[in-house]
């Protein structure tokens, strides 16, 4: 069994790429891996936006916020991430974003999930 905080990790990236399909997008990729990092899921929106989708989950807010963990350096990686996933599956005319999805589980049966749509623009 994987440890807790990679379980967690996990739990949070099924339930966030359940929401986005709930909310129309289609999920083009899990995990994208590269040599510059990973970003944990890549979607299309209903209208056509190529989104990076950065998940974050807590069980507690001792240490921030979730969505507070996608700092400068975790954002100017994930637009690394984006630029390889980019040059190797072009998205012809269509806009990119890059969203944070972030969900903290205080021990309920239901999380608070919080979609933050354009949360910011890496710069490289």
């Known amino acids: 069994m994987p440890p807790r905080a990679q379980q967690l ?4 990236e099924d339930l966030a790429a359940r929401f986005l399909v709930s909310k129309g997008y289609r999920i083009l990729q899990r995990r994208y ?3 510059s990092g990973e970003v944990d899921l890549i979607a299309a ?6 989104v990076f989708v950065e998940v974050k989950a807590r ?5 921030g916020a979730p969505a507070e963990a996608v700092h400068t350096a975790k ?15 072009p ?8 969203d944070v999805i972030a969900i903290l589980w205080r021990g309920g049966p239901q999380p608070v999930l919080e979609h933050l749509e354009d949360a910011f623009r890496p710069t490289f």
Do not use: N, W
């Not at 990790?9 to 949070?12: F, I, L, P, T, Y």
């Not at 991430?81 to 980019?86: D, G, L």
């Not at 998205?91 to 890059?98: Q, V």
């Open 45 to 50: 929106s209903g209208d056509g936006t190529l």
């Open 75 to 89: 954002q100017t990686r994930l637009g690394k991430v984006a630029a390889e996933y980019i040059s190797s599956h």
């Open 9 to 12: 990790g996990m739990d949070a």
């Open 33 to 35: 891996r590269t040599r």
């Open 91 to 98: 998205p012809g005319d269509a806009p990119c974003r890059f």
């Open 59 to 63: 069980r507690s807010t001792e240490f």
